[in-house]
């Protein structure tokens, strides 16, 4: 008779670690999920971990995965994407050029979209490097043209390495701030 309680128990337990487990699964696949900033290109409005230096730690986020299933990605938005050319790397940047519209930036620094300047306080510095925007990108449908906050040191969609951001690749939206603790909160993107 007590074989068949442990029995009893240890499937229950069992059933109830699977639910929990392909729970987790559904979240993680289809909600929301954990990233971790890596790198100073997202600097002054995200702080990455940084190699050189272990006593700094990198900001944590959730991603919300479901947004941009009910809504177009908007322009200011904070991305999570997958890095083409690297499977397991996922970048985080702004988004700043909308499909359909042309972006360029002049010799000066300063963005255009569509022919028409724009008014935007995101960037820690005047852009130095236009690289591939010097000349206007028109992206296609599907196709947004991203930038770190800290233009001078971001590799982004200036580098032909990450180029446009097809909505494919997006993950999903930056939402809060978990960690570290002191910076706790929902993050703000226009």
């Known amino acids: 008779m007590k074989e ?14 699977l639910i929990v487990v392909f729970a987790t699964y ?15 290109s997202m600097e002054p409005t995200l702080y990455g971990k940084d190699a050189s230096n272990p006593e700094v730690v990198g900001d944590s986020l959730i991603v919300d995965k479901i947004s ?13 994407f997958n890095f083409q050319y690297n499977s397991k790397e996922d970048l985080i940047k702004r988004i700043i050029g909308l499909p359909g519209e042309t972006v360029q930036i002049d010799a000066d620094g300063n963005i255009y979209i569509n022919g028409e300047r724009l008014e935007e306080g995101y960037g820690k510095e005047v852009i130095l490097d236009p690289g591939r925007a010097a000349e206007p990108i028109t992206l296609g449908e599907g196709e947004y043209f991203v930038l770190g906050d800290n233009r001078n040191n971001s590799t982004d969609s200036r580098s032909a390495s990450v180029g446009n951001v097809h909505e494919s690749m ?3 939206r930056a939402w809060l701030r ?6 706790f909160g929902i993050l703000k993107h226009r």
């Not at 978990?178 to 910076?183: E, F, G």
């Open 178 to 183: 978990i960690w570290p603790l002191s910076r």
């Open 26 to 40: 559904l979240l993680i696949t289809f909600v929301a999920q954990r990233a971790v900033v890596r790198g100073s």
């Open 68 to 80: 941009y299933r009910f809504r177009d990605p908007q322009r200011f938005d904070i991305i999570v």
């Open 4 to 17: 068949k309680g442990i029995l009893r128990e240890i499937l229950s337990t069992s059933i109830f670690l």
């Open 170 to 172: 997006i993950i999903g």
